[in-house]
């Protein structure tokens, strides 16, 4: 038992965490979670609070302080996915995107889009 006390890194399954953490606060108190605060504000003010924290996030980059990117990259996350169920969009159909464009070059995809 004494070896448990270990935790594993995480790993990107955090994201599905919080996309359920971010569904269960819809109808929520806006009070007690800022999450559904968000929500109450509607779709414009979630889009701009994306645009900020992908601002903060470049910034962050551009600085080269990447603690501070890896914070702010959190943020943009974590709004990114509150824009995501606002919009009724499941993040398994990002990660399909993704999966199906796995092995496609982004230039090869870019010429094929001149053709
Ligand atoms: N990952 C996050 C997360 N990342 C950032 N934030 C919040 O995002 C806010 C961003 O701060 P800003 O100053 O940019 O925003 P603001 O000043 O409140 O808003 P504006 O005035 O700009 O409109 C802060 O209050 C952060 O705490 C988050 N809030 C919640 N979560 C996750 O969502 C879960 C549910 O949170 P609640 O909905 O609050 O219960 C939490 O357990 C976390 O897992």
Redesign the pocket.
Known sequence: MGDDKKSKAPTAEVLDR?HA??LS?KG?DPE??????LFS?GTS?IAQ?VG??AVEAILEAVRGDKAALASES??LL??LMVLWADAGLEPAEVWEKLAQREGTSGIAEKKSRKA
């Open positions: 919080l953490t971010v606060r929520a007690t979670s800022y999450t559904a605060k504000r003010k609070k900020e924290e959190a943020d974590y709004h």
